[in-house]
């Protein structure tokens, strides 16, 4: 099993810049991939972005892409998403997920954390 737990989400204005932490406890982290994933009300879950195991290989939704990095530090067993140049549309529920040896644009990981909301104000 591999517990998650989401943090960092908050209110901000647009133009502004949040980093969220995805802690992991439980079985060896550095053997999953990890997955970001928002969700706004009334929308399905969608992909943000995720990297390998290894740290080595990161993947964007083309949405994201130049204003959000994700990176992993497994010493500290913790997944980041650096958020920069935040838009309303932005405005979502945040989750992290995670599935071993592999990383996936969908929803097919095995844990996931409970989220974490983030809004952002025009």
């Known amino acids: 099993q591999v517990q998650l737990a989401e943090s960092g989400g908050g209110l901000v204005q647009a133009g502004g810049s949040l980093r969220l932490s995805c802690a992991a406890s439980g079985r060896t982290f550095s053997n999953y991939g990890v997955g970001w994933f928002s969700q706004a009300p009334g929308k399905e879950r969608e992909f943000v972005a995720a990297?390998?195991?290894?740290?080595?290989?990161?993947y964007y939704a083309d949405s994201v892409k130049g204003r959000f990095t994700i990176s992993r530090d497994n010493a500290k067993n913790t997944v980041y998403l650096q958020m920069n140049s935040l838009k309303p549309e932005d405005t979502a529920v945040y989750y992290c997920?995670?599935?071993?040896?592999?990383?996936?644009?969908?929803?097919?990981?095995?844990?996931w954390g409970q989220g974490t909301q983030v809004t952002v104000s025009s």
């Open positions: 997920a995670a599935r071993m040896f592999q990383v996936v644009r969908t929803t097919m990981y095995d844990y």
């Open positions: 990297i390998s195991w290894t740290g080595g290989n990161t």
